[in-house]
């Protein structure tokens, strides 16, 4: 008989630690640098960029750089900032 308590012991022990593996598993959101390309919405990059506030004086690093093209009269692409 106790044999087969122990047996059913682990085998609760198992199944609860799956269970608490797949919830922390489906909780864990990605976050925009650590996701896949392109598999989080525009807004869920805002808002996960915008939600983050460093410390007054801090460093920070620039997410978002534009670009923008303009053509001259010849149809010649000139760069511009």
């Known amino acids: 008989m106790c044999h087969l ?9 198992l199944f609860f630690s799956l269970v608490v593996s797949l919830f922390s598993v489906a909780a864990e959101k990605p976050t925009p640098w650590t996701a896949p390309h392109f598999s989080l919405t525009a807004r869920e990059i805002h808002d996960q960029a915008s939600s983050l506030a460093p410390p007054e ?3 920070v690093s620039v ?16 760069y511009t900032e």
């Open 57 to 59: 004086g801090t460093d």
């Open 5 to 13: 308590s122990i047996l059913v012991f682990l085998f609760r022990l």
């Open 63 to 78: 997410l978002n750089d534009e670009d923008s093209y303009a053509f001259d009269a010849n149809g010649r692409s000139v």
